[in-house]
């Protein structure tokens, strides 16, 4: 059975960081891309950031630019977002996904496995 499980969410203070990790079993992922979305209170779920099966490219939303940084370790099968200079926007579930596709303009496409999601909390 896959699993991706999430962990490092919680309450920050704005101006705070967190250290957001994806652990993965039942399966390696370490030959697709992963990626990092994320849903807020009364909104859709959008795309956070996604990184190569190698980590050679990275890719970020616009709002998280500078701020976030993902990072992966095929070794263990897991995938991590860096967010640092968190803001009350930020508030949202965070989910882990796997398995996607990157096109050639640089957009990731979610694959079919997704982590149950976990909370990020920035007050203000």
């Known amino acids: 059975q896959v699993q991706l499980v999430e962990s490092g969410g919680g309450l920050v203070q704005a101006g705070e960081s967190l250290r957001l990790s994806c652990a993965a079993s039942?399966?390696?992922?370490?030959?697709?891309?992963m990626g990092w979305f994320r849903q807020a209170p009364g909104k859709e779920r959008e795309f956070v950031a996604a990184?190569?099966?190698?980590?050679?490219?990275?890719m970020y939303a616009e709002s998280v630019k500078g701020r976030f940084t993902i990072s992966r370790d095929n070794a263990k099968n897991t995938v991590y977002l860096q967010t640092n200079s968190l803001k009350p926007e930020d508030t949202a579930v965070y989910y882990c996904?796997?398995?996607?596709?990157?096109?050639?303009?640089?957009?990731?496409?979610?694959?079919?496995?997704w982590g149950q999601g976990i909370q990020v909390t920035v007050s203000s």
């Open positions: 996904n796997a398995e996607g596709t990157i096109n050639l303009s640089g957009r990731y496409y979610p694959g079919l496995y």
């Open positions: 990184i190569s099966w190698n980590g050679g490219r990275t």
């Open positions: 039942g399966r390696t992922f370490s030959s697709y891309p």
